[in-house]
């Protein structure tokens, strides 16, 4: 999984818990970030922090 990627969804999901409509729907957008937290600070424990080197396409 790309950094670049899970740090964007990870904007993606606290951005749209500001604009949410409701509170289940905030705290919906909330629980997708800290997911994609999660996600990155696993990555980047096991990656030294660097992005993954993207697969090559033949």
Do not use: C, K
Not at 21 to 35: K, M, Q, V, Y
């Amino acid at each position: 999984m790309d950094l670049n990627y899970l740090y964007l969804r990870h904007q993606v999901a606290l951005s749209a818990s500001t604009d949410a409509p409701s509170r289940e729907a905030r705290a919906s957008h909330r629980g997708l970030a800290a997911g994609y937290a999660a996600r990155i600070a696993r990555l980047r424990a096991t990656n030294g922090g660097l992005p993954l080197p993207m697969a090559r396409v033949s």
